[in-house]
């Protein structure tokens, strides 16, 4: 089951993604995406995340906020480690307070400017990054591999997550009917 | 465009939410429209206002760290004073030197995700009372979206503002870019959400009136 809710994120992601591009195309003084196709993929997003959270508890943060949480510990308690031991009397009250509170800024400089070079470089390459052809039909598919997982997985919860899916999918068919031609 | 003036824009932006909650809660008192559709409109119009006050909301990173690190130095401190005082061994002064840094990980993670709200809030209070006259004559539900598809275009101009002095904001012009950003900002995310929720809340609003007309 973890491996649907993982599948279910992820087109929850694109779905989200996809609302985000859309609303680019309404800046700049362009006229304003057409709402129901926002309106349509944000409701996809939502019942695919709900779907997900069928499965598995819904992580409190994003991603990126939890991976940074984890290694800004691993850093802060390398360094702790490393002072406290360093030190020849780690039991001072000032020389504790100091480590504790100097490692954790010292693992938000380490972590943060790790983050800032590897964005520095994926902002680099999202200049030729293509766009995709069609999320609409590519979400269609996903849902349908969903679909396909859960048939011989089913518990109490299936049915649940087999309603929320048919959901999206109506949400889906809106969307895709109010498209604007390309 | 620094974040004070974005903090007023969505202050305004707020504002006309509660215009058309306003004018959705007169549409809707006294007849037998409490049903679950019109739940589900104030529901999103709840959400869309919600997002707006996360997009004003944001504490700096290195900010919400220093007080961490300042609040945890501090216990820690007193922590290790007192052990020291009632005479523990310098490892039990450490072990619970650091079982008191741990165990503030809750009240700060309780902290930490009531602060953004209560700060958005406290940013984006109103600092006047808007008074739009709809024209005479005109459907209430139609004055609705009308007043949302206007937040929309507020909304979209705000992040044009907003991009145009970002240190980040070249990467932005591509569809790509504006993706890959509003997943590191939270002004942009939570800005792109209140316009998703407004989006939602006018189909909301459709469906609402759609069913009004049935009856």
């Known amino acids: ?182 | 465009m620094t974040n004070r003036h974005v903090y007023e824009s969505i202050a305004r932006h707020r504002q006309i939410v509660q215009l058309a909650v306003q004018r959705f809660a007169a549409l809707t008192a006294g007849g037998d429209d409490d049903n679950a559709r019109a739940a589900d409109v104030r529901e999103r119009l709840d959400m869309c206002d919600d997002a707006l006050v996360r997009a004003a909301g944001g504490v700096p990173t290195w900010l919400r760290t220093l007080i961490g690190a300042l609040s945890v130095g501090s216990v820690v401190w007193l922590v290790a004073s007192g052990t020291h005082l009632i005479g523990l061994q310098p490892g039990w002064v450490i072990t619970a030197a650091v079982a008191a840094a741990m165990a503030m990980g809750w009240p700060w993670y309780l902290a930490i995700t009531a602060l953004p709200r209560r700060l958005g809030r406290r940013r984006t209070r109103p600092f006047a009372s808007m008074e739009i006259q709809a024209p005479d004559g005109i459907d209430p539900a139609v004055e609705i979206r009308g007043v949302l598809q206007v937040l929309r275009g507020t909304i979209a101009r705000t992040l044009d503002r907003y991009l145009a002095e970002h240190r980040q904001g070249r990467i932005a012009r591509s569809a790509a870019g504006f993706e890959w950003l509003a997943g590191r900002e939270p002004i942009l995310f939570w800005l792109c959400r209140a316009d998703g929720h407004a989006c939602v809340a006018i189909e909301a609003v459709d469906i609402w009136d759609s069913r009004r007309d049935l009856r």
């Open chain 1, 1 to 182: 089951m973890s491996g649907i809710a993982s599948l279910l994120c992820s087109a929850a992601e694109l779905a989200e993604g996809t609302v985000v591009r859309l609303q680019h195309a309404g800046m700049g003084g362009r006229p304003l995406p057409d709402r129901t196709v926002i309106a349509g993929l944000a409701i996809v997003a939502e019942r695919l995340r709900l779907a997900a959270s069928h499965v598995t508890d819904p992580p409190p943060f994003g991603r990126r906020m939890v991976a940074s949480a984890y290694w800004m510990l691993a850093v802060q308690t390398i360094t702790c480690v490393a002072v406290l031991w360093a030190v020849p009397d780690p039991s001072r009250p000032w020389v504790l307070a100091g480590t504790l509170a100097g490692s954790d800024l010292v693992a938000l400089a380490v972590v943060y400017s790790a983050y800032a070079l590897y964005d520095r470089g994926q902002a680099r390459r999202l200049t030729s990054a293509g766009e995709d052809a069609n999320p609409v039909a590519e979400l269609r598919e996903r849902i349908a591999a969903v679909t396909r997982l859960l048939e011989p997985d089913r518990d109490d919860r299936h049915l649940e997550i087999g309603k929320l899916l048919e959901q999206a999918l109506t949400w889906l068919d809106i969307t895709e009917a109010n498209q604007p031609p390309t």
